[in-house]
């Protein structure tokens, strides 16, 4: 699976902010996707999920605020980021998991977001 994501930028605090990641695949036949994020001198961390099934997952620094979506015909999904803080600062990466005789990880090249205070 070849992820793309996008739409990372800069955006003042309190701001919003929606990336995109286009699968290479019917995103139906993908287990689960998910967003991470790294921050500067920080380890990667999961954000937020969804399933095959549409059910999404969020971490708590970001319950509330983020929201994942997806659509199926343009096999894209979304995370929108709400009242960002400098705290999300991040570079976000998409990832998907399948499962083909083995649980297998893709990853996307990641969007940089950066939050102003």
Do not use: H
């Not at 996008?6 to 955006?11: C, E, F, Q, R």
């Not at 994942?68 to 015909?73: L, P, V």
């Not at 096999?75 to 297998?104: F, H, I, M, P």
Request: aromatic share 12%; hydrophobic share 30%; glycine share 12%.
């Amino acid at each position: 699976v070849q992820l793309q994501a996008s739409g990372g930028g800069l955006v003042q605090a309190g701001g919003s902010l929606t990336l995109s990641c286009a699968a290479s695949r019917n995103i139906r036949t993908i287990s689960s996707m998910g967003w991470y994020r790294q921050a500067p001198g920080k380890e990667r961390e999961w954000v937020a999920g969804i399933t095959n099934d549409g059910t999404t997952n969020y971490a708590d620094s970001v319950s509330g605020r983020f929201f994942m979506s997806r659509d199926t015909a343009k096999n894209t999904v979304y995370l929108q980021a709400r009242s960002l803080n400098t705290e999300d600062t991040a570079v976000y990466y998409c990832n998907a998991q399948t499962y083909e005789g083995g649980w297998k990880n893709f990853w996307g090249q990641g969007t940089l977001v950066t939050v102003s205070s």
